[in-house]
């Protein structure tokens, strides 16, 4: 479930996702909005999850499901 503010550039409230265990690591992702993500995989065992709201209006947010297969480790919302 995937419930945020939405705007094309997903700068206000998102979700990001990147490959790895820390914010340095590569962006797979930005979402915002309404529609619900496809399935997202990693390359390794870790995915860095951020949340980030500027506060100005409320939304429900979003729910997560981590499912580890052997390829990786694959989130959907």
Known sequence: ????????????????????????????????????????????PSLHVLFHSDGSKNFDGFHAIFEEITEGIKMGF
């Open 1 to 44: 479930m995937l419930s945020l503010e939405f705007d094309y550039m997903c700068q206000y409230d998102y979700v990001e996702i990147r490959d790895g265990d820390s914010v340095d690591n590569r962006i797979i992702k930005r979402f915002c909005g309404n529609d619900r993500p496809p399935p997202i995989r990693s390359t390794g």
